[in-house]
């Protein structure tokens, strides 16, 4: 990582977020950090970051250990049943949660613990089987019975937008597939409007389409390989 590379993911989410017509203060920029070494991620902590993305549990254990306690560490990827344990109370946000049964699992462990666990749940707005995530139909389906869970709160909705080798036609399939998050959660809204001031987030778009994502209305960017490019 060196300065440039911020430099130039920051400015291009404030273009993005003029040309969405928003402030650069709704997007937050979770930096993908798996992988990269304790001393890469205390350079982005000293200009000024602080919420940085792992899916692997031991390792961000021994980065929470080396790094200040003030980092909000949000848990990417795909969380095993089994890691459940190990995951409630190291991380500010489980942002993949892809099944009900999942979230009952964490919601059994928070109460174990003591905690509520913040999450978001993961939807395949991309329509593509290889991707994790439910439906929008089972999410209205199952959307009171996650709501009645009492030790986590719903924070928001994930998605991954689908990757196709026709680059204009990537882009426009990434579009929808932000924007029917977008929609689902405000359609969610109306329906349980007692949940609207917590359930806000959209985390959506990714190194290759995050300006896209900040047009639709995402609050939450993934963004690692802009940062860490591999001939640094």
């Not at 749940?121 to 991309?126: A, H, K, M, Y």
Request: hydrophobic share 40%.
């Amino acid at each position: 990582m060196n300065q440039e590379c911020l430099t130039d993911v920051q400015n291009r989410i404030k273009l993005a977020c003029k040309k969405g017509g928003r402030e650069p203060d709704e997007v937050t920029l979770v930096v993908i950090s798996k992988g990269q070494p304790v001393e890469q991620i205390l350079s982005l902590y000293d200009k000024g970051l602080r919420v940085f993305g792992e899916n692997r549990i031991p390792e961000v254990h021994e980065k929470q250990s080396a790094l200040p306690q003030d980092i909000s560490w949000h848990f990417i990827g795909s969380l095993q049943t089994n890691k459940v344990r190990r995951a409630v109370g190291s991380f500010s946000l489980i942002q993949s949660v892809d099944s009900f049964h999942l979230a009952q699992k964490i919601d059994q462990v928070s109460n174990d613990v003591g905690v509520v666990t913040k999450l978001l749940l993961q939807v395949n707005t991309s329509k593509e089987p290889s991707k994790h995530g439910m439906s929008a139909a089972e999410l209205y389906v199952q959307f009171p019975q996650f709501l009645a869970l009492k030790n986590i709160q719903i924070s928001g909705l994930m998605t991954m937008a689908a990757r196709i080798s026709d680059e204009e036609k990537e882009r426009e399939r990434a579009r929808f597939s932000f924007r029917e998050l977008r929609e689902l959660r405000d359609s969610l809204h109306s329906c349980y409007p007692e949940c609207v001031a917590t359930f806000v987030e959209l985390s959506m778009g990714m190194s290759q389409d995050f300006e896209i994502a900040i047009e639709e209305g995402a609050t939450l960017v993934r963004i690692g390989s802009l940062l860490f490019p591999k001939e640094m």
